[in-house]
């Protein structure tokens, strides 16, 4: 995969084709755009330094989000962050045939969503962002959070489990502050 005659033009190619997936997986994660275009370089950077150690046998693209998710999780460990989805990923709709106040209802619903998600324990919420989100295949999702499908369909039931829950207490807290 990597030349070893024109590493650099080989890395460039790489960042290319992965970059923005990698950024919008961070985004998800980090729930900032800011932090996300530093762990983006970070990730890069990581790449740069081992990519010596992949081998080609392995899938580089989930190589590269095993990268991501490692540094993700660093992030969050170290700045113990209480949202995750504040801003970022899902973009406002804006279709000009939606009226105020289903526009408003649909900008409500996201919040709740990203709050929601914001709530999970970090290996729940990279399942959810990985499968639901980005959507990668169960065994593409194993390799990224190095660990089984059995697990990673574990976990991603339970985290929607845990949303739905969520999200229906949300709903009937909604419902009784209107009465």
């Known amino acids: 995969m990597i030349d070893p005659k024109n590493v650099e033009s080989s890395i460039v ?30 990730v890069f950077i990581r790449v740069l330094k081992k990519i010596a150690n992949f081998h080609s046998g392995n899938n580089l693209k989930t190589w590269i989000f095993s990268i991501a998710k490692h540094v993700a999780v660093d992030h969050y460990r170290k700045k113990k962050f209480a949202t995750i989805f504040k801003e970022g990923f899902f973009k406002q709709l804006e279709a000009n045939d939606k009226k105020p106040d289903e526009a408003f209802e649909i900008s409500e619903m996201k919040q709740m969503v990203h709050e929601a998600i914001s709530t999970l324990k970090p290996n729940h919420r990279a399942v959810v962002i990985l499968r639901g989100i980005n959507e990668f295949s169960i065994n593409e999702t194993a390799e990224i959070l190095q660990c089984t499908e059995s697990k990673v369909k574990v976990d991603y039931h339970r985290a929607l489990k845990a949303l739905k829950r969520k999200l229906n207490f949300h709903a009937e807290e909604v419902i009784t502050n209107a009465k």
């Open 13 to 42: 190619s790489i960042y290319n084709e992965h970059y923005l997936d990698v950024y919008r997986f961070l985004v998800c994660f980090s729930g900032n755009q800011t932090d996300a275009e530093d762990l983006t370089q970070e």
